[in-house]
């Protein structure tokens, strides 16, 4: 039976690799794609969520549209100077045919973990707003899903928003330290992991041989975020591989080595959005979430270019 998963997506040029290659995997079932801001604004990324159902052939699936702002604070920065202003490497697709749910992502998450009690596994890769909205909404939820795996956090290693905080905790601390707090089964996918998975140039040129709609538009959106990492971390046209290592793990958990700790998420001054882990348990009484510290990198690229070229 395939896993039933719901991403929550802010895509982004990552996002739509990684959604891509779960629309493409047997072993999960997409039941759901909800959308929040970050890597562009919130009517953006909602829009590009229908757009990747549509390319790949899933307009059936339902697509719910998140939030706009962080919980708490005021939005600040997007990631347009990463990912390009309509957040899919300033390419401007043409409209979607499909329309949004008539429900919020938080409403959709709930309703859909309470009609599958115990089967639902939630991905989010973007800012965490969404599912502090639902936890808000309906904390009974967190006994009820199967797992929470998230593409965030930089535990062990430096960050990539500020020296300490990567950006989708960044972008909204206070939803991330909730989801940290709520107690369901979670697995953190961070930097610890993410920046030793290159997607080199070679990689690309061999993802790049086959032809379907999934690669073709990677393909076109992917020099935008190039350019970002070629700025800001001299990868030399290599890129980090992120959001696609959350569905990695999602499909094939053997490929990381984790370790359980509490994990809080600073909320002010200088080191918001910092993911620290507690590891003698010296603050107060939290539960231990999964944290991916190891990675066979050759394993996930494996996985990923198999998907998308099959
Ligand atoms: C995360 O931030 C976004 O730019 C990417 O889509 C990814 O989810 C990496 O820090
Ligand atoms: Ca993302």
């Not at 990747?52 to 919980?71: F, K, N, Q, W, Y």
């Not at 882990?277 to 939290?286: G, I, L, N, S």
Request: contains cysteine.
């Amino acid at each position: 039976m395939p896993k039933k998963i719901i991403i929550d997506t802010d895509p982004g040029v990552d996002d739509t690799i990684a959604i891509c290659v779960a629309l493409r995997s047997p072993e999960v079932q997409v039941i759901g794609l909800t959308s929040v801001f970050g890597n562009a604004p919130g009517e953006v990324t909602a829009q590009n969520a229908l757009r990747l159902v549509e390319l790949e052939g899933h307009g059936d699936i339902p697509v719910a549209r998140g939030s706009d702002v962080p919980l708490v604070f005021p939005l600040e920065r997007l990631g347009t100077w990463v990912h390009g202003e309509d957040g899919m490497g300033n390419t401007h697709p043409p409209a979607p045919r499909g329309k949004l749910v008539d429900q919020t992502a938080a409403e959709f998450i709930i309703d859909t973990v309470r009609a599958n009690p115990g089967e639902v596994i939630l991905v989010p890769v973007g800012p965490l707003t969404n599912l502090g909205l639902a936890l808000r909404l309906d904390p009974g939820i967190a006994g009820l899903v199967k797992e929470v795996v998230i593409m965030g956090g930089a535990v062990a290693c430096p960050g990539n928003m500020t020296p300490v905080s990567e950006a989708n905790i960044y972008h909204d601390p206070h939803a991330a330290d909730m989801v940290m707090a709520a107690g369901w089964p979670l697995t953190i996918v961070g930097l610890d992991v993410t920046h030793k998975t290159m997607m080199t140039t070679q990689f690309q040129q061999e993802l790049f041989k086959a032809d379907n709609p999934a690669v073709r538009l990677i393909e076109k959106i992917l020099p935008c975020y190039k350019n970002y990492f070629n700025g800001a971390f001299g990868l030399n046209g290599a890129i980090y591989t992120h959001d696609p290592s959350a569905l990695a793990y999602v499909i094939r958990p053997e490929l990381f080595e984790t370790q359980s700790v509490p994990v809080f998420v600073e909320t002010a001054g200088r080191c918001v959005g910092q993911t620290v882990a507690d590891w003698h348990h010296q603050w107060e009484e939290r539960p231990e979430v999964k944290v991916c510290l190891g990675v066979d990198s050759p394993g996930v690229l494996a996985l990923i270019k198999e998907r998308l070229t099959k």
